[in-house]
Nanobody, 115 residues
Framework: QVQLVESGGGLVQAGGSLRLSCAAS????????MGWYRQAPGKQRDLVAS???????NYADSVKGRFTISLDNAKIKMYLQMNSLKPEDTAVYFC?????????WGQGTQVTVSS
């Protein structure tokens, strides 16, 4: 059984910063890739940023230059540094880890940015 647990969400004012963490536990040694997704009320779940085991990153246009994804392969832990937060960044943020034959999601952490 593999679990992904997010932490670090909360309430922040516009222009502020938050750092999300995603920790993996269970019978897993590594993922081929990991990513952060977010879902605002009434909207679909969208990719925010992803990173491969080799460190190749990809960002949604809306967060480029503001968010930074990183990965600690040894600890199987992923981070999302979010700077210059905007009210439109408000959403539940989900962690995802995948491989050739598996795909796991966390339960999500709420991020609320007030104007």
């Amino acid at each position: 059984q593999v679990q992904l647990v997010e932490s670090g969400g909360g309430l922040v004012q516009a222009g502020g910063s938050l750092r999300l963490s995603c920790a993996a536990s269970g019978n897993i040694f590594s993922f081929s890739g990991m990513g952060w997704y977010r879902q605002a009320p009434g909207k679909q779940r969208d990719l925010v940023a992803s990173i491969t085991k080799g460190g190749i990153t990809n960002y949604a246009d809306s967060v480029k230059g503001r968010f930074t994804i990183s990965l600690d392969n040894a600890k199987i832990k992923m981070y999302l540094q979010m700077n210059s937060l905007k009210p439109e960044d408000t959403a539940v943020y989900f962690c995802r880890g995948w491989g050739i034959s598996y795909d796991y999601w966390g339960q999500g952490t709420q991020v609320t940015v007030s104007s």
